[in-house]
Each structure stands twice: as C-alpha cells, then as structure tokens.
C-alpha cells in the first residue's frame, strides 16, 4: 500500500512506511515507546507531521547511553534495529 503525501492521517500500514520499516517492527515500536497516536475503535490513526516530529525529537546519543548502561547493569544484550530497542529472541 502507498500512502498519499498529501494525507495528514494514516494507519498502521501507512505510518510504518512512512517511517521506512515493517508494520512487524512498527507494531514493536508502537507497544514499547511512547508514539503520537490515537486509537479509534479497533484502529490506529497517526498524523503525519507528528510521527515526523516524533523521529526528529530523538537524539542518537541517547540510544548509545542506552546501550552501554545495558551492558554496565548486566541485561542481557538487547539487538538494535533502526534505534529502537527491540529483545533478541
């Protein structure tokens, strides 16, 4: 499915291609970080220009201090996929 540039609202399937990954990784992302969305019925709806915002709010370092407070605490070593942490199987 391809979205429209010109659509302010998406779905999941929309959203995770705007973003440039899977809807499997994007469903991870969207159950284990705190992403702009609204749930109407059994649907998620996201703006655009707020996933946009959402990306470019992060900051790189804060994913390697993530990573190396990972392996100082002793968890077990989490595998990293486009910045987000997703657990090795």
Not at 16 to 25: D, I, P, R, Y
Not at 51 to 73: K, N
Request: aromatic share 8%; proline share 2%; no cysteine.
């Amino acid at each position: 499915m391809s979205s429209s540039p010109d659509r302010d609202i998406l779905n999941v399937e929309e959203a995770a291609e705007l973003l440039g990954v899977s809807v499997k990784t994007f469903n991870k992302v969207l159950h284990s970080e705190n992403l702009p969305a609204r749930k109407i019925g059994r649907e998620w709806k996201f703006s655009r220009r707020h996933l946009i915002e959402w990306v470019g709010s992060g900051q790189s370092i804060d994913f390697y201090r993530e990573a190396s407070d990972s392996r100082d605490e002793g968890v077990q070593e989490a595998r990293r996929t486009a910045g987000w942490r997703i657990q090795a199987d």
